[in-house]
């Protein structure tokens, strides 16, 4: 069966990095354009993140961009998010999905798999 597997999650001072992992397996990754999700509590799951299935397109919203960096390594299955300048405001749990559409989509229930999610926390 498909599996998700996100880590690199923990607790980081404000203006910190992390660097999250997703590993992928039971599906062909190449095909599937990737995901990082974020949902903290009483919010609703915000896309953070896309690459699509080659690598050659990626998406950010505003909240994230020139901090975040998405990339993927299709040979490992891994997909990866690169966050600096970390603020508090973006304490959540962090998910990994995968959608099987080769075009970036940016709404979560477009998206066929997810991963059990990490807790990312930025102190103040």
């Known amino acids: 069966q498909v599996q998700l597997v996100e880590s690199g999650g923990g607790l980081v001072q404000a203006g910190g990095s992390l660097r999250l992992s997703c590993a992928a397996s039971g599906l062909s990754f190449s095909w599937y354009t990737m995901g990082w999700f974020r949902q903290a509590p009483g919010k609703e799951r915000e896309l953070v993140a896309a690459?699509?299935?080659?690598?050659?397109?990626?998406y950010y919203p505003d909240s994230v961009k020139g901090r975040f960096t998405i990339s993927r390594d299709n040979a490992k299955s891994t997909v990866y998010l690169q966050m600096n300048s970390l603020k508090p405001e973006d304490t959540a749990v962090y998910y990994c999905?995968?959608?099987?559409?080769?075009?970036?989509?940016?709404?979560?229930?477009?998206?066929?798999?997810w991963g059990q999610g990490t807790q990312v926390t930025v102190s103040s």
């Open positions: 690459v699509n299935y080659s690598g050659g397109s990626t």
């Open positions: 999905a995968a959608d099987r559409n080769m075009r970036i989509r940016t709404t979560a229930h477009q998206y066929d798999y």
